[in-house]
């Protein structure tokens, strides 16, 4: 849906230029996620993505001069918002290891998840995109592991405390392939026990 310009309404916007500058480039990359994650790769260009941040598809352009640069920025921008939220949630980390993990699984079961996985997809047919998204996905899943240990609390130079971690992401975003196509709330909840379980074990008393 596309957004109403100041000048269409008679209004004059008295923000500073940068930050009129910010907010547009943020406009832009909420827009593309979403885009991504209802209408796919094949159904988000610029201009539907310009035209549901209510800009132009030349400010589009000035700020992200390729189709790429966008929804790579996009996914990377939501990416690092999620995260900081995640963070938020903890502040001082967390004793019941079952919050977290739920924390974690919700990470991969929302618009977010689904624009990266259209991205992926679309990266495996692309070869201009490939290298970018590989690069971004790596740069994420780090961050998500880094994450994941500060808010368990794991001591990774236990062994197998790393692959653990490393299992409960993958768990994590194998639940949120599941959930793609049908509502996998039910099932969801009860492996998430169980890794909480298995979590409590393998971090707080060892193997």
Known sequence: MGGVSAAATGTVDRRPKQDRSRATRQRLLEAAVSCLAEHGWAGSTVSVVAERAGVSRGAAQHHFPTREDLFTAAVEYVAEE????????????????????????DLYTGPLFRAALHLWVAASNEEQLRPRVTELEARVGRETHRIAVDLLGADESRPGVRETVQGLLDMARGLGLA?????????????????????????????
């Open 82 to 105: 999620r995260s900081t939220a995640l963070r938020a949630l903890f502040p001082e980390g967390a004793e019941d290891h079952r919050v977290v993990v739920e924390a974690l699984v």
């Open 179 to 207: 959930n793609l196509l049908t509502d996998d709330r039910g099932r969801r909840e009860r492996v998430v026990a169980q890794w909480a379980a298995l979590l409590e074990h393998a971090l707080g008393r060892g193997f």
